[in-house]
């Protein structure tokens, strides 16, 4: 159903369409599930390509498509450092949306699981650091976000062997949960 959708948005809009850069990261995502890295991994560099050229390369649709392709790349290979990707999207959504936004945020996450997978655990902490700090002030509101970034701080210190640490940062990322169940 997506590659017929694909092939009439290519047609009508032409190859070099933001639409069918959206098309092909969503046939992108089919084959990431699928564990198909390979073709992800080529459907996503296509649709850079594509939101690189058309929307220009500080456009939020470029970071998507940037930490889209380190993703597939963490995926399919281990060896293969991703770091610059995620560090474009950081630079990106934080001069789009701000340095303190919710993107920014997201992004440094990302960017910390990506420090964390490449075994550089100092900058994976610091990163994940920074991430809880912009978002501890308004916990309240982002208490899901901020439980996203304590468990994956906890599973950086598990990595690391350090089990205590790993311990607190879970309970922190409980009781953002607990928080988040409970009525306002």
């Known amino acids: 159903m997506y590659l017929r959708s694909l092939a009439i948005t ?18 992108a995502e089919l084959d990431r599930q699928e564990k198909k890295y390979a073709e992800a991994e080529s459907l996503y560099k296509r649709a850079l390509e594509i939101r690189e050229k058309a929307l ?5 649709d470029v970071a998507q498509s940037l930490e889209n392709l380190a993703g597939v790349l963490i995926l399919k290979s281990k060896e293969i450092n ?32 990506a420090y964390a997978e490449e075994g550089k655990f100092p900058e994976a902490e610091q990163t994940l650091g920074e ?15 901020l439980e996203i970034v304590y468990t994956n701080m906890s599973n950086l210190f598990n990595m690391e062997g350090k089990h205590r640490k790993a311990r607190k940062m879970a309970e922190r990322a409980k009781a953002c949960h607990d928080q988040e169940g409970s009525p306002s």
Do not use: C, M, W
Request: glycine share 8%; hydrophobic share 40%.
């Open 82 to 113: 991703v770091d610059s990707f995620y560090l474009r999207a950081l630079a990106i959504r934080k001069k789009v949306f701000g340095p303190e936004s919710h993107q920014a945020v997201a992004s440094l996450n990302d960017l910390g699981v």
């Open 10 to 27: 290519e047609k009508s809009l032409g190859p070099a369409h933001p639409d069918v850069a959206s098309g092909l990261n969503n046939l």
């Open 56 to 60: 220009g390369p500080d456009h939020p």
């Open 131 to 145: 991430a809880v700090a912009l978002l501890l002030p308004k916990s309240k509101q982002d208490a899901a976000t």
